[in-house]
């Protein structure tokens, strides 16, 4: 059988270290990672084997030259463009002509490789995914199989909320030649995000194989000192280069011309490689590279010490990588978490704050305290990105200087010569914040359209209509003071995708901006007749003369928001009695706690019965949503203010085409069942669920949000308000009547605490449990005929979701009881 070695990646995540070489040439146990996966294909006779190359590719071949050292026969291909994972193995067809192995260079693992491959003869498959379980699975493929082990459902890195099983993809595929036919030729065509969907919609022989054993994906820095962890506990089976030195509490592997001077004050489990020196020094579960010297007085603790590398007397190393070359000045102390790359020359006496890195050849003169990472930027958190955009600590995690950064990042990922809109709320802090956006992205050479204080709606309908590149808000987190928010879009007013949000995040991470000449800066300006634009649009989708015939007198409740600023003269031509509430902007007031915003629907519901108007609409401050009162003062639900429009909007049309989020109500559907409605179900990530709406009528979710995508195929609170009027005064509707045959409840929601790594374990144990009845559409839905349960992981928090929505009331709370209780078993096995 034939092997192919998948070595092509550029190890992105795993910077510093991978600056100068390849991934697949990083050390694992002093050895390339690459070195490690050749052994055990050989282990399991798979000698013929063929390297796909692609980036820093003569690094590899001179290391693994013919094979001859390893006991196998390599071949190499090399790649001129980036054809995917599954392109690239398409390569090498020629060359296939019976079953193969596939895996990646990047990997560490002791499968065992011979029972995968039996398995997949016995099968009988056309295609055969080794599977194993992990604790977070969202960076990676996750499957579910059948009673038979066939493949049903397969989804590339999924968000919190769509993952369904802790079962994962691990990378290494048995294959038979004739998959090759259904793998274009010299086009970018990927395992997991084109063939693999490929194979399953055409119902071919598709399996997955659960193995037992080790596997990690040395993916970033943090996997990258997991593995060489799991390998100090004996967790891997993996060969260990040198003489095998024991005694009481230690276990020290001594390559060959090693000298050790203190072999007492090592402990725990240490690999020393040939060549080195160590001095009388201290060293516990570490591991030293050749050709390395320690001095006397050093102490070197749970870190990863590269080949050539010198660590002068009474220095202190505690959970740090050193790549090859480094010196270490005496006394210099590296507190902790801290990676020094190729070639750095550390001074004496030099202080390394923790999560500091230094990038390839830097020089630290004497004495320095250093407090942030040098020249190509630190890693801010995991991701910049997270399900609402980018949310931190005001001026401690988010602050000028990082904005002005992020500011050039999206504007080399957009380019020199784009326009972009940007629009703040009414803070003083967000003015700040904007403008330092405004000088990343001018000084990348891109052009500014500044909408200055403006809400949400009018931004993203500025980018969509007005040709701009993409567009940028800055807020205050509406539930947090001390949180701001900013948020991307992209040239159609979309949230950006999360591809988009990994291209910005490289060249943030990697600080690979593009600067503009002096005179390609780009330029700002303010847009004319933005307002006026929109006001067109706006009226232009509404029947204002039934408006102004219905003489309804309402409360608008502007919530200190920036829509105070024009919406009151568009409300002007609808020729109502308008009163309105908090009508001036007040960028401290838009804040508001659970507590505060309940007293403000209060209040709003005293005003309407105390001046006896027909409704009263309360506005959040970004005018995307809107609640109503009604003339008795009750404040709807958000699933009885969506039955009421909906059964407006039947009365006026045949068919209703609506989008719901997974989490709406048993009752809701159940009503709309009976409307002969036609319901499509989406996410309840706002980012995901206005995409799914643009073929409806409507959209709604549960937080009083609502899209008309024939107006524009965004939340707006503003048209919103438009629509609400309109449909009363078209149909001549009583809302006291209508409301009374509507439904009322809403899912019953809690939150449980979950940690990360029992996300993917709890959810596959939920799709066990609901066996045929689960939906995946977002988390797991377990439906029952009189309601149904729901399991959804937070994508930003540990924590999980849970909703029950039935019939019955009480059955509703009892249901919740039962699943908190059940998802809480989970989380302690």
């Known amino acids: 059988m034939k092997g192919i070695i998948m070595a092509g990646g550029f190890g992105t995540r795993l910077r510093p270290l991978t600056v100068n070489i390849p991934k697949p040439m990083v050390p694992v146990a002093n050895k390339p990672m690459v070195s490690h996966i050749v052994r055990l294909l050989k ?70 490789l011979s029972e995968v491959i039996n398995f997949h003869k016995h099968k009988e498959s056309l295609a055969t995914i080794t599977l194993t379980r992990v604790e977070n699975p969202l960076q990676y493929g996750i499957v579910i199989v059948d009673e038979d082990s066939r493949i049903v459902r397969f989804l590339e890195k999924p968000s919190w909320g769509e993952v369904f099983s802790d079962t994962v993809n691990t990378g290494i595929y048995v294959l038979e030649p004739k998959i090759l036919d259904l793998i274009p030729l010299g086009k970018e065509f990927d395992f997991s995000k084109n063939l693999f969907p490929l194979i399953l919609s055409q119902n071919y022989p598709f399996y997955g194989n659960i193995v037992e054993g080790y596997w990690r994906d040395v993916g970033d820095i943090r996997e990258y000192k997991k593995s060489h962890s799991d390998i100090l506990k004996g967790r891997v089976d993996l060969k260990i280069e040198g003489e ?93 978490d801290n990676t020094i790359a190729d070639n750095c020359e550390i001074g004496n006496e030099v202080v390394f704050r923790p999560s500091v890195s230094v990038w390839p050849n830097k020089k630290v003169e004497n004495g320095s305290v250093v407090t942030d990472s040098l020249v190509w930027g630190k890693t801010w958190s995991r991701s910049l990105f997270g399900s609402y955009g980018i949310i931190g600590v005001n001026n401690v995690e988010i602050t000028p200087d990082f904005l002005a950064r992020l500011g050039s990042a999206y504007g080399t990922f957009l380019g020199k010569g784009s326009t972009v809109f940007l629009a703040r709320d009414a803070h003083e802090s967000s003015r700040m914040f904007k403008r330092a956006i405004i000088a990343g992205l001018m000084s990348a050479g891109v052009n500014i359209m500044d909408l200055r204080a403006s809400p949400l709606p009018l931004l993203r309908f500025a980018v969509k209509s007005l040709s701009g590149s993409g567009g940028v808000q800055v807020m205050r987190s509406p539930l947090d003071t001390n949180l701001v928010n900013i948020k991307f879009y992209d040239r159609s007013g979309f949230e950006l995708s999360p591809s988009q949000e990994t291209s910005i995040e490289r060249i943030f991470f990697r600080d690979e901006y593009f600067r503009a000449n002096y005179d390609e800066v780009g330029f700002l300006d303010i847009p004319p007749r933005v307002v006026e634009s929109y006001k067109e649009l706006y009226l232009k989708h509404l029947d204002t003369k039934t408006i102004k015939n219905s003489q309804l007198k309402i409360v608008i409740d502007y919530s200190f928001g920036t829509s105070v600023l024009f919406f009151p003269t568009i409300l002007g031509d609808f020729g109502l009695d308008i009163v309105s509430l908090n009508a001036y902007m007040d960028g401290k007031r838009t804040v508001k706690s659970t507590t505060e915003y309940s007293d403000s629907l209060k209040n709003i519901s005293s005003v309407v019965r105390s001046l006896d108007t027909n409704f009263g609409i309360s506005l959040d401050s970004s005018a995307e949503k809107i609640s109503v009162i009604d003339n008795s003062g009750e404040i709807y639900s958000p699933t009885r203010l969506i039955a009421i429009i909906i059964s407006l909007i039947k009365k006026l049309q045949k068919d209703v085409l609506l989008t719901l989020p997974i989490n709406a109500s048993y009752e809701l559907e159940e009503y709309l069942k009976k409307l002969n409605i036609n319901i499509t179900w989406s996410s309840i990530l706002p980012k995901h669920f206005i995409r799914d709406a643009e073929k409806s009528d409507l959209a709604a979710d549960i937080m009083g949000g609502l899209v008309f995508p024939k107006f524009l195929p965004f939340f707006d609170g503003l048209y919103s308000i438009g629509k609400f009027i309109e449909l009363l005064s078209q149909t001549k509707t009583d809302l006291m009547q209508i409301k009374e045959i509507t439904p009322r409840r809403d899912a019953l929601h809690i939150e449980v605490p979950c940690p990360w790594e029992s996300k993917g374990t709890v959810m596959r144990k939920m799709v066990e449990r609901a066996g045929n009845n689960a939906e995946i559409i977002e988390g797991v839905k377990n439906r029952e005929s009189d309601g149904y349960t729901l399991v959804i992981p937070d994508s930003d928090r540990p924590v999980l979701h849970l909703y029950a929505s039935y019939k019955d009331e009480l059955k509703e709370k009892e249901k919740i009881d039962d699943l908190k209780r059940r998802v809480e078993l989970c989380t302690r096995v």
């Open 43 to 112: 282990k399991h006779n798979i000698t013929d084997l063929i390297v796909l190359l692609y980036h820093q590719p003569q690094a590899i071949k001179d290391y693994l030259s013919t094979g001859a050292d390893f006991g196998v026969n390599l071949e190499y291909i090399i790649s001129e463009d980036d054809l995917g994972t599954a392109g690239a193995v398409a390569m090498a067809r020629e060359k296939l002509d019976t079953t193969f192995l596939v895996m990646s260079a990047d990997i560490l693992t002791d499968f065992n």
């Open 244 to 336: 095998r030195i024991g005694k009481i509490g230690t276990d020290i592997w001594i390559s060959q011309n090693a000298v050790i001077d203190n072999l007492r004050k090592l402990e725990g489990t240490i690999v020393i490689g040939s060549g080195s020196k160590v001095g009388d020094a201290i060293i516990i579960n570490s591991f030293v590279g050749e050709r390395t010297i320690i001095e006397d007085g050093v102490e070197i603790e749970n870190s990863i010490i590269w080949e050539d590398t010198r660590i002068e007397s009474n220095s202190r190393i505690i959970n740090s990588i050193l790549c090859k070359k480094v010196k270490i000045g005496s006394g210099t102390i590296l507190e902790g």
